[in-house]
């Protein structure tokens, strides 16, 4: 439940327009919870396909790591995007 929170909240901020310092703060936030997750979600999913022999919510970790970091990958496009359509200033 929380890790959909977290994505949703990732994939939500794209569409409402925050402040910048807020901004900035979410996207650091983002990408840190993302790096983590998806390091121990790698490291949980290679721990689980050679140690154990059952599932776990190694798969879940990681998807979630992958989610917000392509949430963030996403805001960056956004941004470069706006960036070329912008009229160039005088």
Do not use: C, N, Q
Not at 68 to 89: C, D, G, Q
Request: charged fraction near 5%; aromatic fraction near 14%.
């Amino acid at each position: 439940m929380v890790y959909f929170l977290l994505v949703l909240a990732a994939w939500g901020s794209l569409f409402f327009r925050l402040p910048t310092w807020l901004s900035i703060l979410s996207s650091l936030a983002f990408l840190g919870l993302g790096a983590i997750f998806l390091l121990f979600g790698l490291t949980f999913s290679y721990w689980d396909s050679h140690m154990t022999s059952g599932s776990s919510g190694a798969t879940s970790t990681l998807v979630t790591g992958v989610l917000l970091l392509l949430s963030r990958a996403a805001l960056v496009v956004k941004l470069v995007l706006h960036a070329m359509v912008a009229p160039p200033e005088p």
